[in-house]
């Protein structure tokens, strides 16, 4: 049997080069960004589509962090992959800050202010690079600094039509899919420490599914797989290598 693709994938704030260390690390794998700019209205049910249509075809192990965990679910309930894992992202809510932007996104008025104004790179780096905004979701503030925000962040919102796209995925969140539908081989690598996204989103999972595995990355916020790469890596490729599914160099 042909080793699985691994297809990393990522969601709102962060850009495809936020798993760059853990592909390195593990030595195969390819990174995707889940906004999609020529079909800004799609939101993640669209991106469930698409992905959906890749796991039909080749034999698949998505990953998937953050606001990209409803369109992996998603896809995952249309065609099932391999495997699927799910590293700190919303499964039954979003944490306040996305709720409060999807709630706006939502709303006329305010999703056209947000996509041309409140997205524009200027703003929104600024706001992601503060304390309120992405030194929450490490342990280590100074990891996300200027230059790190900019290029994990900036590439989704450098144009217009990605930025209606980012406000398109956030509306598309109001409604997220029941995880409890799914029946492929489910690894959960959850950072032990996330307020966003606590353990107990994992543990609603594992006990929802049956044979479901629950891996707790010790300390681990939000962004672990940016702060911690190489513990993500080496837990993913044990699972995977316990499974049989060790990937593709």
Do not use: K
């Not at 990209?68 to 992959?81: E, H, K, Q, S, T």
């Not at 509306?171 to 799914?182: E, F, I, K, M, T």
């Not at 690598?189 to 999972?205: H, I, K, N, Q, S």
Request: charged share 20%; glycine share 10%.
């Amino acid at each position: 049997m042909t080793a699985p693709n691994i297809r990393f994938l990522t969601g709102p704030p962060f850009d495809r080069a936020f798993f760059r260390p853990v592909i390195e690390r593990l030595g195969a794998g390819a990174a995707f960004s889940v906004i999609d700019p020529e079909a800004s209205e799609g939101g993640w049910q669209h991106a469930a589509a698409r992905m959906a249509e890749m796991c039909a075809t080749e034999r698949t192990v998505l990953v998937a962090h953050g606001l990209a965990v409803p369109a992996a679910i998603g896809a995952a309930l249309r065609c099932p992959p391999a495997a699927l894992v799910l590293v700190n992202g919303p499964v039954r809510s979003l944490d306040p800050i996305t709720a409060g932007l999807s709630a706006a996104s939502a709303t006329p008025v305010l999703n056209r202010a947000l996509g041309e104004i409140g997205l524009r790179p200027g703003l929104w780096l600024r706001w992601l690079r503060s304390s309120a905004g992405l030194r929450r979701a490490v342990v280590n503030p100074y990891v996300m600094d200027r230059d790190t925000v900019a290029a994990l962040c900036g590439p989704l919102v450098e144009t217009a039509p990605g930025r209606r796209a980012v406000v398109s995925w956030f509306a598309s969140l109001r409604q997220l899919p029941d995880v409890r539908g799914l029946t492929c081989p489910v690894l959960l690598l959850w950072g032990d420490a996330d307020p966003l996204y606590p353990p107990g989103e994992a543990a609603f999972v594992e006990a929802a599914l049956e044979g479901a595995s629950h891996v707790a990355i010790p300390g681990g916020q939000f962004a672990h797989p940016e702060e911690r790469p190489w513990e993500l890596a080496d837990r993913l490729g044990a699972w995977l290598q316990d499974r049989g599914l060790s990937p593709r160099s």
